[in-house]
């Protein structure tokens, strides 16, 4: 009676498991393609620097899935559409106006690029250790995230500046807009270290096991095998 019993739950169960997993595949794909086609639009305008960081992110997503061969290990759909945020503010019509006249609009897309690029940098830090034998406490994984984004932030100003001398742009603004945009990359780098810090913790064990999102600098007795 027990194992009659337990027949039709453990199947359900696994149908629930199955469910779950295409649901999150699914919305995982969705947003990887609005980061692909928002990627594609820069490049149609030929906007270099948006371009890079679409490219990044899209290797990014891609990398799990074709080492593991298996769909369902893209990205969560949350951190694939958080990486897609920017790049719609970026291109969204009208962005440049709302710039001019909403003094807080340009703050705004600086604190989503900067969740962007905390958000590539604890990537790296999970593929890093996926596919390499670096391994980090989470202490410094999450130091090494707040470091990542102000240095891409730094080269990102360096590049706009170069992209308004070479196309007489107007991408850097004045002096205090250069500043502000890296104190909200400092700002943002730090709330997202944090906030992957607690995702990772509030993830389930079997979820994390499944996007090979485990907690690797935290098993003293792992190996890669």
């Known amino acids: 009676m027990d194992s009659a019993g337990h027949g039709p739950t453990r199947r359900k169960g696994i149908r629930n498991l199955l469910t779950s997993r295409l649901l999150e595949a699914e919305l995982s794909w969705i947003s990887s393609l609005i ?15 948006w371009v890079a960081f679409g490219v990044t992110a899209l290797t990014l997503y891609v990398l799990p899935v074709v080492a593991n061969r298996d769909p369902f290990k893209a990205l969560p759909w949350e951190m694939t559409l958080l990486l897609a945020a920017p790049m719609l503010l970026h291109i969204s019509a009208g962005s440049e106006r709302l710039n001019e006249n909403l003094t807080w609009w340009r703050d705004l897309t600086s604190l989503a690029f900067a969740f962007s690029l905390a958000t590539i940098g604890f990537l790296l830090t999970v593929e890093l250790q996926i596919f390499t034998a670096i391994r980090m406490n989470r202490p410094f994984a999450i130091f090494f995230v707040v470091m990542f984004t102000l240095a891409v932030a730094g080269f990102w100003g360096v590049g706009e500046f170069i992209g308004d001398k070479v196309w007489n742009t107007d991408y850097l603004g004045s002096n205090y807009d250069v500043m502000m945009d890296f104190v909200w990359t400092l700002v943002g780098g730090v709330v997202m270290g944090i906030v992957y810090y607690l995702y990772l913790k509030a993830t389930p064990k079997g979820r994390r096991e499944r996007l090979e999102f485990m907690h690797m600098w935290e098993a003293t007795n792992w190996r890669k095998g």
Not at 39 to 47: E, F, K, M, R, S
């Open 35 to 49: 980061l692909f086609f928002s990627t594609v639009y820069t490049a149609l305008n030929i906007d270099i620097l």
